[in-house]
């Protein structure tokens, strides 16, 4: 018997039969569903008979068009579970007034920590990510990123990441210590299963994949733009796109070593963050929040990119003070650096760092409030346009800047030590987080959906969406700052206030209007797929857009553009367009080098993600082959010399001409058709 | 502040300042130490670039050995000599970057440098505020 | 002409090679951003040396186990293979032939596991001794930054076995040369930190 056991052991590390959820009838429903989703998924595919083309067209694609793409599904996929669980939690705590509600303290913590992780590193990570992915090689006028393969490897390495989390619905437990994981609740002597693990290795991979990105970006943006497109030229989603990439650059390190660190603690047990033997926990929140505050602006920087463009697009203006907002945006970029113990101002420390770093945080609002003055600026006297994605740019003004304010309040020590860890913190980082990053995603993801996937999506419902994602956030989470000011704890399982009640009520009507907006969306997709045909804008130019990515076709051809243009202004199609220079064939055609399809970065995802299961349960063989299917492949890969392939002259023309042609017989709208059946992607030039 | 602390603080300062100073000339300086020919032609850049190399050896033994004998024949009191070894670290560093990564202010990519700035900038907040934090969290638990 | 400009961080191959010095560009520029995010991990495994510095809690403390002799040795070590590499990258970019190049990266990869080899016998030693890292944080902080060095070593010695069976496969094309300037760039980074490392846990920590 003891040797059985012992093989089991050897196989399985400490999988056992226990790991499944069937301590709690909700747990085992959630895990259900996740298997039966997962089994639903690969049957639909195989009967369809998709694998092939999915594999060929999608999984080994390099193209950071179709890597875009996924990203953004993957963040769609994983906003759901993670708005469900917020949904679960608004409603424990609205029943559970004096009353243990329906969800245990374990359950409730569990779905606290991995809401806010899917939120962060599973939803809003990859939704900007995917968001850069696409449209900023269109707008600096080059074919893809610098390294094509590093960037399908991020994406893979991300949806291990987000792989792991699911099957932790299934097997076992997650940590229950928050999204930030602290110590020494999070060491292995309070926390001895496996939540902290999953939580560790998860967030591991996301942040690997993601500092690979932000190193991708980088070099894309500083060495592949078009010629004549100097800094100064570049579109300002270009703009947050390189600060933002500079913070994921210099702000997944100390992530990386905060969490290496604890999986020392809790491996082999080491005293980085012990309570004794010389370990000190406190530098635990120091390490985590150096890497937490740049990460905010992380999240923020593209919402605020994508805001210029819509605001500009949909007011028919250049974009107001364009050298303020650049200066802003690297100012947001540095000083996020300097602030980063606003997080703790109540571990410990003196009053004077407290002030010091007090004064910092709050120098922060003075560049943002600058970047709102230059959109409202962008507005006068434009001709606004209140399309949905408009609509959700306009919202965000109003709510940040109340986010903003309470966040002046936060950023006082004395003011903070009142509220730090209340339900007043929830209200504001969410007040800054959906107004602010996920308005941004949203209004974003409709934008440039049309030139993406070549039709619009359904207006009236994205005006649904809207409603609900606005009256949704306000209901939900006004509340919490009065809740706050009035003493409730966060991450309560249950409240003992009956005076709460009221306002918990509210909140939770809020969070099923806020599940609405999220299913009003992809109400919109379904309606908008089915009626493609009618609103298809293969022109490209749905908007009147005044980026490079606006001046190819709707979908863009693979290689982007048939000939990398020269720049010489800002906002250059739209000066194309104005002198009548917009939708001129190149003078001759060129074959095109584009890198070819690897597997590397599937393999390499699901090795990461093996090897990371592997050490969550310790089964250690799993983890070894992981690591070494990983650098094995880099290897191997390095090795292949034949990975480019190339599009003939003919091809590109023949793709041209058909595209030209279209352009050449369609009709141009002007702007107050573009919402319907009329647009069909060709602006009506101004000039 | 009174005189002990001053006059450990003003020794760090001036290890500093000495340490920047001569990394300053490093970088700055014309290759006084290998003189450069204006059309750099093959033979004479494999010399000039084999030049680099030895030298940048040479002085990282040096600063080495002058690290290690400091410590290991207690020439001086252990703060000074704590400033002094830290110094030449820094040094040595920036003999590093300007003798085999052929970094020097003058020459190089725009973006390299201001990489490499950056980094430095962040690498002092992250390190200097962290170990500020933590040093004033202990001097409060005492 | 950028040919005979300097492009980018550590040799630039120029007039040598014009075309690979051009696609070079993106290519280094991009592993120089991946060594500044090494640089900050690194950077934050000697702030935390500093701050556990003085937990010992009880156990050996750095003059007890740190032995001035061997990271001298460890020190020449490979400041020595940090300049053959040097050379080895000259080899490549002047030379036609790669056989001195294999040579050159054969020294360097001697005198790197030497380096591994002496250290990894200093922690066999530290641990026969009772100073293992689970015996307090700062041995927790030693073994975390000085390991994470010598992990990144290894990896150096493993590509530097890769890139020599590459360079008999399939000689110094512009991959392999691009491949070998960013190893130097790794190589070198890895010298600069040990720098740091001698200087801040072992000269430190035997100052009397």
Redesign the interface.
Same mark, same amino acid.
């Given at each position: 018997m003891t040797e059985t056991r012992g093989v089991w052991h050897l196989l399985l590390g400490n999988l056992t039969y226990n790991a499944l959820p069937f301590y709690s009838a909700i747990a085992a429903f959630a895990a259900g569903l996740v298997v039966v989703g997962a089994i639903s998924v690969f049957v639909l595919i195989t009967w369809l008979g998709k694998w092939r083309y999915l594999w060929t067209e999608w999984f080994t694609s390099v193209d950071h068009k179709r890597i875009g793409v996924m990203y953004i599904i993957i963040a769609f996929i994983m906003m759901s579970r993670a708005l469900i669980e917020a949904v679960l939690m608004r409603v424990q705590q609205a029943v559970a007034i004096n009353s243990p509600g329906f969800l245990p303290p374990d359950h409730f913590g569990q779905l606290f920590s991995t809401h806010g992780t899917i939120m962060i590193f599973f939803m809003a990570m990859p939704f900007l990510t995917g968001l850069i992915n696409y449209v900023m090689p269109l707008q600096i006028g080059a074919r893809d990123v610098k390294f094509p393969l590093l960037n399908s490897i991020s994406l893979w390495l991300t949806g291990g990441g987000a792989g792991l989390m699911m099957v932790s619905l299934v097997l076992g437990k997650f940590s229950t210590g928050g999204w930030s994981g602290y110590p020494p609740y999070t060491g292995i002597e309070f926390s001895p299963g496996v939540g902290p693990d999953y939580w560790i290795w998860a967030v591991s991979l996301s942040s690997i994949g993601t500092t690979l990105t932000g190193l991708n970006f980088a070099t894309t943006i500083?060495?592949g733009r078009a010629p004549g497109m100097t800094l100064m030229r570049m579109p300002l989603f270009c703009w947050t796109s390189l600060c933002t990439s =500079?913070l994921m650059i210099?702000a997944m390190p100390?992530l990386t070593v905060a969490t290496a660190l604890l999986a020392l603690d809790r491996y082999l047990g080491m005293h980085f963050f012990t309570n004794g033997m010389g370990g000190?926990m406190?530098?635990y929140a120091?390490?985590f929040w150096?890497f937490g505050h740049p990460e905010v602006y992380i999240l923020i920087l593209p919402a605020f990119g994508v805001y210029s463009e819509v605001i500009s697009a949909f007011s028919s203006k250049r974009l107001y003070g364009y050298t303020s907002l650049v200066c802003a945006t690297m100012a947001i970029a540095?000083l996020s650096?300097?602030v980063?113990?606003h997080h703790f101002f109540t571990?410990?420390?003196?009053a004077n =760092?407290n002030a010091a770093f007090g004064i910092a945080t709050m120098t922060i609002g003075v560049p943002t409030g600058v970047k709102v003055y230059d959109w409202l600026l962008t507005m006068f006297r434009g001709r606004v346009r209140f399309t949905p994605p408009m609509l959700f740019s306009l919202a965000f003004i109003v709510s940040f800047v109340i986010g903003g304010m309470t966040g002046i309040i936060l950023a006082t020590p004395p003011l903070d030590y009142m509220v730090h860890n209340t339900v007043f913190l929830v209200a504001h980082f969410h007040n800054m987080l959906i107004p602010g990053l996920l308005y941004g995603m949203i209004a974003g993801y409709q934008y440039w959906f049309p030139k993406a996937f070549g039709f619009r999506l359904n207006e009236t419902w994205g005006r649904i969406a809207f409603g609900c994602w606005v009256v949704g956030f306000y209901l939900a989470f006004m509340p919490l700052y009065v809740l706050g000011a009035e003493g409730m704890p966060r991450r309560s399982q249950e409240v003992f206030d009956t005076a709460y009640r009221p306002w918990l009520l509210i909140a939770m009507i809020g969070a099923f209007i806020l599940l609405a907006g999220l299913v009003s969306l992809f109400i919109q997709l379904r309606v908008s797929i089915r009626q493609r045909d009618s609103n298809r804008v293969f022109a490209g130019d749905p908007w009147d857009g005044r980026g490079l990515e606006w001046s190819v076709s709707a979908p863009p051809p693979e290689y982007n553009f048939a000939a990398i243009p020269t720049v010489t202004s800002r906002d250059t199609f739209a000066g194309q367009k104005e002198r009548g220079q917009a939708y001129h064939p190149p003078k001759t055609y060129q074959d095109i080098e584009m890198p070819k399809n690897s597997a590397a970065g599937v393999v390499i995802g699901i090795s990461g993600a093996a090897c990371a299961f592997g050490l969550v349960w310790h089964i250690w063989w799993m983890s070894i082959l992981g690591l070494i299917l990983i650098w094995g492949t880099v290897i191997v890969r390095s090795f292949v010399r034949d990975i480019y392939k190339v599009i003939p002259a003919a091809d590109v023309a023949r793709t041209e001409a058909r595209w030209l042609n279209h352009v050449a017989n369609v009709r141009p709208v002007p702007r107050e058709l573009e919402t319907t059946l009329a647009n069909k992607g060709l602006a009506e030039s101004v000039a | 502040m009174s005189d002990r602390p001053r006059a450990h603080v003003l020794r760090w300062v001036l290890a500093f300042v000495a340490a920047v100073a001569a990394a300053a000339w490093l970088m700055a300086e014309p290759h006084e130490l290998a003189p450069v020919r204006a059309a750099?032609t093959?033979r004479a850049?494999?010399r000039r670039?084999?030049r680099s190399?030895?030298i940048?050896?040479v002085f990282?033994?040096l600063l080495?050995c002058a690290?290690?004998a400091?410590?290991?024949w207690?020439l001086m009191a252990?703060g000074t000599?704590?400033a002094i070894?830290?110094a030449?670290?820094l040094l040595?560093?920036i003999a590093?970057?300007r003798f085999?990564?052929?970094?020097d202010l003058r020459?190089?990519?725009r973006?390299?440098l201001q990489?490499?700035l950056?980094?430095s900038?962040?690498?002092l907040?992250?390190?200097g505020?962290?170990?500020?934090?933590?040093f004033?969290?202990?001097h409060?638990?005492m | 002409m950028s040919a005979?400009e300097?492009?980018?961080?550590?040799?630039?191959l120029?007039?040598?090679d014009p075309k690979t010095h051009e696609e070079a560009?993106s290519a280094i520029?991009g592993f120089?951003?991946f060594l500044?995010t090494d640089?900050?991990l690194f950077?934050?495994l000697?702030?935390?040396y500093?701050?556990l510095l003085?937990g010992t809690a009880g156990g050996p403390g750095p003059a007890a186990e740190f032995k001035?002799s061997s990271?001298?040795i460890e020190?020449?070590l490979l400041?020595?293979s940090?300049?053959n590499f040097?050379?080895a990258s000259?080899a490549m970019?002047?030379g036609s032939q790669p056989r001195l190049l294999q040579v050159w990266l054969l020294t360097t990869l001697l005198l790197g596991a030497g380096f591994l080899g002496m250290e990894l016998h200093d922690f066999a030693t530290m641990l026969s001794d009772g100073a293992a890292p689970s015996r307090s944080g700062f041995l927790s902080a030693f073994f975390a930054l000085v390991s994470t060095h010598g992990l990144h070593v290894f990896a150096g010695c493993i590509w530097i076995i890769v890139m020599m069976v590459q360079i008999a496969v399939f000689g110094t094309d512009a991959r392999v040369k691009i491949n070998v300037l960013r190893l130097g760039?790794f190589w070198?980074?890895l010298?600069?930190i040990w720098?740091?490392i001698?200087?801040?846990v072992y000269?430190?920590g035997?100052?009397?």
């Open positions: 500083y060495k =500079i210099f100390p000190n406190m530098n120091n390490l150096l540095i650096f300097t980063w113990l571990m410990g420390q003196s =760092i | 750099a093959g850049e494999h670039e084999r190399y030895i940048g050896f990282a033994v080495t690290a290690f400091i410590v290991a207690r252990p000599a704590l070894v830290f030449l670290g040595q560093i590093h970057f085999f990564l052929h970094i020459k190089s990519a973006e390299d990489l490499i950056f980094s900038l962040i690498t907040l992250m390190v505020g962290t170990l500020v934090i933590l004033n969290l202990r409060r638990m | 005979n300097v492009i980018h961080a550590g040799l630039n120029g007039a040598t560009g520029f120089w951003v500044m640089a900050v950077a934050l000697f702030a935390n500093g701050v003085s001035l990271a001298f020190t020449l400041l020595t940090s300049f040097g050379m000259l970019k002047h760039l070198h980074f010298d600069i720098v740091a001698f200087s801040v000269l430190q035997l100052i009397r």
